[in-house]
């Protein structure tokens, strides 16, 4: 991995470097996109970008993997990796920008540490770039492949569902009248709109069905406030997209799935919000297969008239042998429900099984709590997993 000298000079400059990785990646992004504006309109998320979270995200991402290799030499974090790496594929990033990448970023590095960057030091985190860089390239290589190559493929709308009064499904088939790839639940596709400015902007959005389903489904929360383009793809889908319209999709990707085997093992699905989607589409696979092990579901919400896909919830785990819901709401909880509670989401009460495993999605506060309370309970972290919509803010901190 990291070769012994430049470990040592990346171990001594770690802290400089980490203490000013935010000023960088802001610098780094403002001279990519001065150089290669489409990227900004095309690829990258405008409202990540007002917002500051994809710096913050990218500063951690690449604090955390140097780190890492500081700490374990011989090893490398798959995990983080593979995380990244599916979310590039899923917007079709390609070899040649990582090149396009480096020279921007380490200009930004220049710029900001100015004298302090010897060529000692540059060398040193070069090779954490591109050590980096291309474990990146051979993953998103390896999940084109195994999706027939990369790129977005045109689907038609052929149904719509207003779940609440945010939320819409969208159920779409493709419009060459090819077949539709399985996936595999948990995972997510992203879906690119043309806005009113020409831009092509793309989210990524759950698959909020169960594998099989001859149709391609999507649920999608409109984002209200904030400063523009804070939500500009989910209001425009909200507000434009109805049957017989036209999208184009990514295949799916994700990490986030159920593990293989193990009908015997109890699960727990904790969402909150529009966390729910990726957890309805497994449970809706649970309930296909027939598992057979403890399901805990576990959803917080607003309200139930908040709750988007409640129905499904409740359907998909009426039909396991061992599933039991515990839904908590802040407000208008019913009292004659049993899976009713009003509050957050506190597990103090919930007996969980030894060997659990538990997939969470929802806002970060929500896991930090859900994933402190199992730890708590004797789950072990290496069997919690976790989604995060939108720039993975937690990925460094969990490593």
């Not at 998909?316 to 599933?323: E, H, R, S």
Request: with cysteine; net charge negative; aromatic share 8%.
């Amino acid at each position: 991995m990291l070769s012994e000298q430049s470990a040592a000079t990346v171990r001594a400059t770690l802290p400089v470097v980490a203490g000013a990785i935010g000023e960088i990646t802001e610098r780094f992004y403002a001279g990519l996109f001065a150089a290669r504006p489409e990227l900004l309109r095309d690829l990258f998320n405008r409202g990540n970008q007002a917002a500051g979270t994809q710096r913050q995200a990218l500063a951690g991402s690449i604090a955390a993997f140097a780190t890492y290799l500081v700490d374990h030499p011989d090893e490398r974090p798959d995990a983080m990796l593979a995380r990244i790496a599916h979310k590039h594929a899923s917007l079709g990033v390609t070899a040649e920008q990582y090149a396009l990448v480096h020279e921007h970023l380490f200009a930004a590095i220049v710029e900001v540490l100015g004298e302090a960057v010897t060529p000692e030091v540059a060398a040193a985190w070069d090779e954490v770039y591109w050590l980096m860089a291309n474990a990146l390239v051979a993953i998103e290589k390896r999940l084109y492949e195994e999706r027939g190559g990369g790129g977005l493929r045109e689907w038609e709308v052929v149904g719509r569902v207003e779940e609440t009064a945010d939320v819409a499904t969208f159920r779409l088939r493709p419009a060459d009248g090819g077949p539709v790839p399985d996936f595999r639940a948990g995972q997510y596709v992203s879906v690119q709109v043309e806005l009113a400015d020409g831009a092509r902007q793309i989210r990524q959005y759950s698959l909020s069905a169960a594998p099989g389903s001859p149709l391609r489904q999507f649920s999608v929360k409109r984002v209200h406030g904030g400063a523009a383009p804070d939500g500009e793809v989910s209001n425009h889908l909200h507000a434009r997209v109805h049957v017989g319209d036209r999208l184009r999709l990514s295949a799916p990707y994700g990490d986030l799935v159920l593990g293989e085997g193990g009908a015997g093992v109890p699960l727990l699905l904790a969402s909150a919000g529009i966390g729910v989607t990726p957890m309805v589409a497994m449970l809706g696979q649970l309930a296909d297969r027939g598992h057979e092990g403890r399901v805990l579901v576990v959803h917080g919400d607003r309200s139930p008239a908040e709750h988007a896909l409640r129905a499904d919830h409740e359907a998909y785990a009426g039909k396991l042998p061992d599933a039991s819901l515990h839904f908590w709401y802040e407000t208008g909880a019913d009292d004659t429900e049993e899976s009713h509670r009003t509050g957050l989401v506190d597990l103090a009460g919930i007996a969980v099984p030894n060997g659990t495993r538990a997939y969470l999605c929802g806002p970060l506060p929500f896991m930090r709590a859900v994933r402190a309370q199992l730890i708590g309970k004797g789950v072990a972290p290496a069997d919690i997993h976790y989604e995060v919509f939108g720039p993975d803010l937690w990925l460094a901190q969990q490593g």
